[in-house]
């Protein structure tokens, strides 16, 4: 196998790893009822697996309110924007 063709194969093997990680880190939350949150919003928050320290970007896929209680749950994905390990190379 050339090292051309090693090469290629290897960048394809790592996006493909980057791609399946990045897209499928999510946190669903319970927090009160907060009425002008939307789908596809980007929001700051700071998770207790990332430390609960530094605020990390979440995009809101699914909204599910409680009115009755005055709570709602929300889905979110972690936003990470373009491809920075792809672009950056680290």
């Not at 319970?30 to 530094?54: C, D, E």
Request: aromatic share 14%; with cysteine; glycine share 6%.
């Amino acid at each position: 196998v050339s090292q051309s063709r090693y090469e290629s194969c290897l960048q394809v093997a790592e996006y493909e790893h980057w791609k399946y990680c990045r897209l499928t880190d999510s946190i669903t939350i319970t927090t009160v009822l907060v009425p002008w949150l939307t789908v596809n919003q980007k929001v700051s928050y700071s998770a207790r697996y990332l430390g609960g320290k530094t605020p990390a970007q979440f995009i809101i896929k699914k909204i599910s309110t409680n009115i009755g209680e005055g709570t709602m749950s929300i889905t979110m994905s972690r936003y990470y924007p373009f491809y920075p390990y792809i672009v950056n190379g680290s």
